[in-house]
């Protein structure tokens, strides 16, 4: 069993930190938007409780991650962090000009060298599955106006 003085330093503890961080954030930034009623939202309503179950269950983590051993912290891996963050960007910046379809096939070869496990036919046929999916889903279902490809 752990010593009492590894408490705190695990990863529910940080992983709730960074919960809090970010519904911190969110707090922040809908400040100003009109949260109405259950009857009539206002455009923060939904951010707001969204924010606010997100920050309970950070606050939830984190004292579970000081009262409770948990998982140590391993070492930190900058390429997935990076391969992540640029597949965002990219689908970010090529969802207009490209379309949705081109957008998050790149977005999955982007993704796709985050870890040395995954093989490439995988990642094809993940990207081709969730391009297809998103098509059906926010373009022909929901109605989003947004070009399939360029």
């Not at 036919?121 to 022909?140: D, E, K, N, Y």
Request: charge should be positive.
């Amino acid at each position: 069993m752990r010593s009492p003085a590894g408490r705190g330093h695990n990863t529910d503890f940080y992983s709730g930190l960074l919960l809090v961080a970010v519904a911190t954030v969110a707090l922040l930034y809908i400040r100003t938007l009109s949260v109405g009623t259950v009857l009539e939202m206002g455009p923060g309503y939904f951010p707001l409780g969204l924010a606010l179950v997100l920050l309970g269950m950070g606050l939830c983590l984190a004292v579970k991650g000081l009262l409770a051993e948990g998982s140590p912290i391993g070492s930190f891996h900058l390429r997935p962090l990076i391969c992540i963050l640029l597949s965002f960007t990219a689908f970010g910046a090529l969802v207009e000009r490209a379309g949705l379809i081109i957008a998050i096939l790149a977005q999955v070869a982007i993704a796709h060298f985050a870890s040395v496990e995954t093989r490439w036919r995988q990642s094809l046929v993940s990207g081709v599955l969730l391009a297809a999916a998103s098509a059906v889903i926010f373009v022909w279902l929901l109605k989003i106006p947004v070009d399939l490809l360029p």
